[in-house]
């Protein structure tokens, strides 16, 4: 199907782009419908007046496939998230009086091996100071983070400084290392600091997400060691289990944490002798202004986060 070429007419509404947006992010104009409860013809014909404003065809129609964006739409599609967002912090400031800003919903993203270290801490301690601000979290892997970063569906994001983007402004809360993980049992488990040598003939337990994969191959490879890798976890509790059974060591980020495993086992995390680059752990979010309580949550988590949490000893 080709893009149709619509005269601009260079006006169009805030509800227009509410629902361009709810259609892309439902994939469909009945899904879209729903969200919003308005019918779908109320639906399809907000997007098509949208399409005539700004002159360009968002969104190719497939009866039995839904709703795909366009290049043109998937151009528009933060822009209208972004006016959308900004439309609703000028109600609240209106209608809310002086401390407005700090009011509404700001939607954090974190990954799964950050989040249990950094969210509970941040979120108590910043809607304490800030009742009316609404933190809304969401995990991901660090690729998914970066692309809703972009696409306007989050605020901020928690995540290593592995390989992520710089198009994202990021404050650097904590730096933190790889650490061997082994049995309690482990021929080395009463070392302080280790060879990654020793350990190259032993079967490993790779934690198998971004960015942790990446950066443990790559210490490895850099190192001389090659893993030899029996299993392969995306979670992480399961991987502490596996190594505290005995079936392997692996590379984790070090931080506090109970050698207790889930499944009542214990694990030693030793310092590697050859000391690996140091990761940062950063706040990012998009460039350009942003909303007060974003900015607060920003300021907040540097200057009050940033020194609490504690990844190592």
Known sequence: M??????????????????????????????????????????????????????????????????????????ALPLAKELLGRASELSLTVTGGHDASLRGPVRVGALSTLAPSVLPLLIREFTDLHPDVEIRFSLADQDELAERLNDGDLDLAFAYDIDFSPEFSRVVLHRTRADLIVSADHR?????????????????VLLDIAPSRQHTLELMSALGVTPRIKYRTANYDLCRGLVGRGLGYSLLMARRFTPVTWDGSNVV???IREMPRTIGILVAWRPGPQPERVKALIDFSRDVVAPLIRFDD
Do not use: K
């Open 269 to 271: 995390n030793l310092r």
């Open 188 to 204: 080395l488990a009463d070392r302080d600091v280790v060879d990654l040598a020793e350990v190259a003939d032993e079967p490993m």
């Open 2 to 75: 080709t893009e149709l070429h619509l005269p601009p007419r260079g006006d169009f509404t805030f509800r227009q782009l509410e629902c361009f947006a709810a259609v892309a992010e439902a994939g469909s104009i009945a899904g879209a419908a729903a969200g919003l409860h308005a019918s779908e013809s109320a639906v399809a014909d907000a997007v098509t007046a949208l399409e005539r404003s700004v002159g360009a065809q968002l969104l190719l129609r497939r009866r039995s496939r839904g709703v795909t964006l366009t290049s043109a739409g998937q151009a």
